[in-house]
T-cell receptor, first 113, second 116 residues
């Protein structure tokens, strides 16, 4: 009965590969987010979708492409992985655009070697 | 660019101590300031503050916002080992037209370690 789930939890891959991280929420929320947390613990918003429409698109390399097939899912695809992409990626969801109701997933630790 | 700075970056105390964590911000079109606790995994929401001078309290934790001086503090009294975590401060900015669009800018966090 996990509220926000992400797969995989850990991802180790080599530079240049393409990988995807999946996120699903069963809370009935209509807004989903992707955050990146680097080694210094900075948590930065990358994207958000509201009712499958892109709302926030921060300055992120275009190697990162989010896809929201429906309101319950927001996947993140990363092309041509680089060492600097190593981080923990958190998915979150909320009802509407109310930040205090953002529920975070457990995170995906991505390591690029 | 919106900016959130937390201090100290890390803090080590003993159980029973009282701690104060600081968060200062520079943001265009401020709407709210939020505190999160992050243990091993996902951040969990603690408080949301929108008005100056009104203390929010939950058990041993309390927080207050000063919109004139652009900072907030998070107090934890009678600390316990279970309070050990990273405490994150985030600020929400309004978008064009004054509408909320859920964008949070986070500080780098304060790592709190409470020893028995």
């Amino acid at each position: 009965d996990t509220a926000v789930s992400q797969t995989p939890k850990y991802l180790v891959t080599q530079m240049g590969n393409d990988k995807s991280i999946k996120c699903e929420q069963n809370l009935g929320h209509d807004t989903m987010y992707w955050y990146k947390q680097d080694s210094k613990k900075f948590l930065k918003i990358m994207f958000s979708y509201n009712n499958k429409e892109l709302i926030i698109n921060e300055t992120v390399p275009n190697r990162f492409s989010p896809k929201s097939p429906d309101k319950a899912h927001l996947n993140l695809h990363i092309n041509s992985l680089e060492l600097g992409d190593s981080a923990v990626y958190f998915c979150a969801s909320s009802f509407g655009l109310l930040p205090y109701e953002q529920y975070f997933g457990p995170g995906t630790r991505l390591t690029v070697t | 660019e919106d900016k959130v700075v937390q201090s100290p970056l890390s803090l080590v105390v003993h159980e029973g101590d009282t701690v104060t964590l600081n968060c200062s911000y520079e943001v265009t079109n401020f709407r709210s300031l939020l505190w999160y606790k992050q243990e091993k995994k996902a951040p969990t929401f603690l408080f949301m503050l929108t008005s100056s001078g009104i203390e929010k309290k939950s058990g041993r934790l309390s927080s207050i916002l000063d919109k004139k001086e652009l900072f907030s503090i998070l107090n934890i009294t009678a600390t316990q080992t279970g309070d050990s975590a990273v405490y994150l401060c985030a600020v929400e900015a309004l978008g064009a037209g004054g509408t909320s669009y859920g964008k949070l800018t986070f500080g780098q966090g304060t790592i709190l370690t409470v020893h028995p």
